[in-house]
């Protein structure tokens, strides 16, 4: 499958597309969005994790010069206030009850920031306090009272559908619960050794550089927003809901995106900026602080509990999976995310057993959503940590039980589901010999992990619509509804439309997402630009090129099958027709523009577990290599090998920037990042506090692996990627850490404390 | 003809769709588009109404604290300064000399206004003056300098083509001429009268309230432009061709357009402000005063020489003519114009020949371009005066001599053309009846005339792409490449979806046009954009409604023929389905949007005259009593009757608007307005100098008859229109006149000095 057609753009790996503007700064993001009359907009926030809120009074901010609107709970006039991904529990403001500190309480629209600051304070609120509930424990206790009891949430059991239905939660404080089981438990019965171990995941930060942001304004009855945004058409069904207002009367528009990893997912900023124009009259900016964006959307914190039975020689033969969730105070994306966490639990192995079960918890603290990886990260540090353990307990290479448990191509990832399609041991083998696994001399104090993940890609559901355009002169203009977040799609999906029709990148320019303009798109997630869409741009610009191939062939009289499209020239043998003059003079004026939509989607297949077929899997392997201060407890990480599948690579820097960046994401996960609270308190609050790895963390050799094994759905066989590179870096490290000292940290970070504290037990056991 | 399906939005006379915005000032004009930094422009113009410019230094003006650029004829570095309509003679600033009074010779990027207009002092322009040629006998005098012998301008003979060719001129200072003949010359001779008149049509300003201007911004090498420009594909591929840059770094937003009436048809203040904002490096708005706009663009003045062969009872056999357009300075729309007034002057009657020339001569006064009319004005002006005249020499009532000579239904306009759509006389009937034309007591001082006019409209050889969405919850966005110029392409082409969708209107929008995004249009004229746009976008919604059914019928299991779409839900019987549910069932997570692309271009046919068959005729009738103060020669008119066949109206208030604005500006050019030259100089150079029809200027009885006879290629038989109620005014008018006191003025406007003098130059012959 390694060979591929020679191509002119794809593989040619040009620089971004993107790179200059962002360079020099000309590149324009939400928050250079300025109108004229725009106001600026400051958020009350609660200081209680948990209390009815008895009194709202805005009357003395309302009289300040400068405010023009002051909005609290008072002004959901005609509105659907409450919001959310699936289930409808979060309010545009605080209704009854605040549930974490940061809650939204009333909000400023003011000339300036400074006089917006000074009206926050004068804003009255009397509450009272509940009991607090901050741990997953705490909320699941049998006395925790319910978070939700008021103000009921709706929505609906079904992630895939939608409705306004009173919705019930599965169990008290429990908004979500995730099922699946397949084979037979009586699996377990014959395996030769059953162990069950808990992992537990930090709460962390996604860190986008660019803060949640949004400028909302009102035209008459016409509601236009600019938002960094991943799922502008996301955002557009949430507030036609929330604002009980027809979706052709709100536009949206998503400038280039500072980074998101799955935070910008859903409505942030969107309904209170609206909400603050509408009473304003006139155009709102709300930018939250960075503090503030501490305060809005967090990776979900987990405990997994799993039970898996091998036999003797190293075969897996079941697991059974206990997941919880800290959802924070509201749901958002926490059933889809339970979804994902849930079903990529048991890597890419075959099982004859699986039993599931993941939670999500509301607890009194910030919110939990989408992040990179969706639930996979959680997984695949559980999953792969237990692997290593199994396999030192057996007394097999853990290189070996990999490889025997590995599924094949083309084997389905469970039954019913679309088959793996990646060679999954030629991509753990590529891995373990750049790290020099394999011949390795053994030394206490520095050891070697490995780490194989599969990700299920692609949105399985997602429809694509896109257009391509080619001007008289041969200039092509692209648009979608994928946002460009900073994962390349600009670059990329130029790229495959220049493939197509045979032209240089720098005449196809793509259109920045206007949910008016814009062919629809679900958003910008799962990896799916790229293949997904990127295939509904590749049949667009294909129909293009039997469009202007059909035109020329009628002018030069001919079939068009004798004709080649090269740089807006028509090829017939040896002769060259440039396309501009033979369009002037059949079209006359300034002349056309060939146009055509491309539309792909993978028919749904309701036979599968998840409701429909994966369309591609995200391979991924990861290797690490550290050296343990058996003194210090420190970590030195002298070598990260990472390798991903991208079936084919559209731009091989793009690819490689993907992965290593998730990379380094994964290696802030396993070693530093954390967000720590003190019961309801967050004591890391901001970037100052909250530690992500510098340029000095690298680690000595730090090495991407680019395979394109080339069966992917998408153009060119590219599957897209982006997420596995964060998936195998945390248990790679930690099986790394045991493999040097012998000890074993199930508990992220992996930091000196937890590894001294792991050597002195070694100690003390060894002494015992 | 006239009966016409009951349909549910189209002729519901809903009010306008923009109507609340503009009337409440929150509709959004290229004026009120502000960027981040962006500085203000002004700039300097000719003095002189010819001149070598021998030196121009900007040094000091560049010093000057707050100016950011000054562009002169020194910053063409990499362009192609020299742009036009088809001809390409007219610098984006002055480079060997200028040609008008107000030619632009540099220009000031500042911080505010009032610095770019301290600096326009500080720039030096040494003028060498050259012969000034004001008037149309000036340029064709066999002495006369021609006007572009050193720059000159290239571009191509045939206006339906483009090239950069050097271009050679018919004759000296006549840039273009358009020649048409039919029939065999002999006719003459056979004809019992052959009469010989001269008529001359006024220079007249378009008056449009929003000026000309745009707001420039360069991102590294990608070009925005926001302007009030009704072909923004045009100018979009003028400015690849002056910045030598590819057409998909050039991106065109046009919000509402304050009128145009064809003067907004083509660059005007684009090229100038990206020049000023690639130098300035900084956002440019360039917006010109209201006495700028009188120097940057006007309708044609002409001369009209008719020499016309009938019969003794009025038939009408040959005609010749020789029509002399006043060009201005430049090029312009003039070849097109000149085209269109040459076809046109032959009105809506059988001839057995026809021989026609019609020159564009370039004169140093402002350019000349697109009018509302498109030549038709000075044509209908010129030819039904000369048909009264000559009723009235053969003694035939100018009613009957019509009656006589019109068209008949279906029968070819000239040979090889479309036949006419209207059933003329009806429609002369209908006029003439409700003026009491027939049945008049005739009395001195009291006249009636008539006027029957015919425009091909539709911009024959213009394809049409549109786009229409419908979202998960039945909202609906039409786009295309139409602009609301305010002449209700908004009101109309979404009004035509919800026809067709079958939904309120309030369901439906339009994206305001984006050459990045919406589909090509050639541009919105020649009364195109209803019936031929709404014919493509028709094509759309059709489509999507055909995708709904289908995806209905799959959910439903049954025939999509057994399904009615009403307000997004599916009728089966009695059964009602709501559609969002349905959706969302399938495609999960925020939903869908059903897309389709229309097009729609009627197929070319190179026999017809011009190139292509006329898609549709506008039809327009009109008469006038008026009673003429033989004491002041002051004219009052006492009823002015228009009527125009719109096939079918899609909204009537939208029809009667567009029909009663042409015909007060029709008013304008018969009895008040013109631009008053004193050799080179103009005497009006502004709205408080030139008279235009107020209020109290309006007839005592004004009244539209609208015509829908359902002939039409537009969605529901539209044809489109607003361009024949300009057309009758002036020449009914003027027939009037004759009618009421017996003098005949040839020469607009219809000023009381001219009447009166006339009145004594009759009393003198009456005494002789």
């Known amino acids: 499958m390694n060979e591929q057609t020679k191509l002119r753009t794809i593989g040619a790996n040009l620089p971004r597309k993107d790179a200059q503007e962002k360079v020099t700064g000309a590149a324009i993001f939400t928050d250079d969005i300025s109108l004229p009359g725009m106001l600026q907009a400051k958020v009350l926030r609660s200081p209680h994790a948990h209390a009815r809120v008895l009194r709202v009074d805005a009357s003395k901010a309302q009289a300040l010069p400068g405010v023009v609107a002051v909005a609290t709970r008072d002004d959901f006039d005609g509105m659907s206030p409450f919001y959310g991904y699936l289930i409808k529990d979060q309010a545009v403001l605080a209704t009854d009850r605040v549930r974490y500190i940061g809650d939204m309480v009333a909000a400023v629209a003011a000339e300036n920031d400074a006089t917006a600051y000074q009206a926050l304070d004068l804003i009255e609120v009397e509450y009272e306090p509940l009991p607090s509930l901050p741990e997953i424990a705490t909320a699941l206790a049998d006395d925790a009272p319910e978070l939700f009891d008021g103000d009921k949430p709706f929505g609906v059991a079904n992630p895939y559908g939608t409705g306004a ?74 507030l036609a809901r929330v604002f009980a207002h027809p979706e052709n009367k709100i536009r949206i528009h998503v400038p280039y995106i500072g980074g998101g990893y799955g935070a910008k997912n859903a409505c942030k900023t969107e309904p209170l900026a609206a909400l603050l124009a509408r009473k304003a009259r006139r155009p709102v900016r709300l930018r939250f602080t960075a503090e503030e964006c501490f305060l809005t959307n967090t990776q979900h914190a987990s405990i997994h509990r799993l039970k898996t039975g091998v036999m003797q020689d190293g075969q897996l033969i079941a697991r059974k999976s206990e997941i919880f969730l800290n959802s924070g105070a509201y749901a958002d994306a926490s059933p889809l995310v339970a979804e994902k966490a849930g079903y990529r639990i048991n890597g890419s192995y075959r099982w004859q057993h699986i039993d599931t079960k993941c ?97 299920d890609g692609g949105g399985a559901n997602k429809p694509a619509h896109a257009f391509v355009k080619a001007t008289t002169t041969g200039g092509v203009i692209v648009g979608s509804g994928t946002t460009e977040i900073g994962q ?15 032209c ?90 060939f146009v055509a939509l491309g539309y792909y989607k993978l028919p749904a297949d309701h036979d599968a577990p998840l409701e429909t077929k994966i369309p591609y899997w995200e391979n991924g392997w990861g290797g690490a290599e550290v050296e343990v201060d058996e003194e210090t407890g420190q970590i030195r990480v002298l070598q990260l090998i990472i390798s991903s599948d991208f079936g084919r690579a559209i731009n091989e820097g793009a690819c490689r920037g993907q992965d290593e960046g998730g990379a380094m994401m994964g290696l802030g996960q396993a070693l530093f990042e954390t967000m720590v609270y003190d019961g309801d308190t967050l004591l890391t ?43 195998t870096v945390a248990s790679a490290i930690a099986n790394a850490v045991e493999d040097a000292v012998g000890v074993r940290i199930t508990d992220l970070p992996i930091t000196p404390e937890k590894v001294l504290a792991a050597l002195d037990r070694q100690k003390a056991d060894g002494e015992a």
């Open 165 to 238: 239905s009173g919705y019930v939660y599965p169990r008290k404080n429990v908004c979500y619960q995730f099922d699946y089981e397949t084979g037979n438990a009586d699996a377990f019965a014959r395996c030769d050794h059953v162990f069950e171990d808990t992992f537990t995941f930090s709460r962390l930060q996604h860190m986008h550089l660019e803060p949640f942001v949004s400028v909302a304004r009102w035209t008459i009855d016409e509601l236009e927003i600019w938002s960094a945004s991943q799922s502008p058409f996301v955002v557009r069904k949430e």
């Open 359 to 455: 939670y999500c918890v509301l607890t009194t603290t910030a919110p939990a959503g989408a992040f990179r990886g969706f639930g996979g990260t959680q997984a695949a540090w559980a999953s792969e940590s237990q692997i290593d353990m199994i396999a030192h307990r057996l007394g097999i290479d853990p290189y070996d039980i990999r490889m025997k448990n590995l599924l094949n191509l083309n084997e389905p990832y469970v039954p019913a589901e679309s088959g793996i399609d990646s060679d999954l041991r030629e991509g753990l083998s590529l891995v373990a010999d750049r790290l020099g696994y394999r011949n390795r001399r053994r030394r206490r104090g520095r050891g070697m992990g490995l780490s194989v993940v599969v990700k």
């Open 504 to 593: 240089e990148r720098d005449r196809v320019s793509l259109t920045p997402v206007d949910t008016h303009a814009s062919p629809y798109d679900q958003g910008t997630f799962a990896s799916s630009g790229v293949a997904i869409m990127g295939k509904a741009i590749e049949i667009a610009a294909n129909k293009v090129k039997r469009e202007v191939l059909a035109f020329a062939a009628e002018d030069l009289d001919c079939d068009p099958g004798d004709l080649v499209l090269q740089d807006w020239t028509i090829r017939r043998g040896n002769e060259v027709h440039p396309l501009a003059p033979m369009i002037m003079k059949h079209f006359g004026g300034p002349g056309f523009e």
């Open 488 to 502: 390349g799609s600009t670059t990329a999906l130029t790229s495959i439309a220049a493939e197509v029709l045979n």
């Open 685 to 727: 609050p901001s970037p100052l506090h909250y530690r992500v790895p510098l340029a000095s963390d690298l680690p000595d050799r730090f090495q991407s692996i680019l395979q394109e094994q080339g069966r992917g759905p998408g153009p060119f066989g590219t599957k897209g990627g982006g997420e596995s590179g964060i998936l």
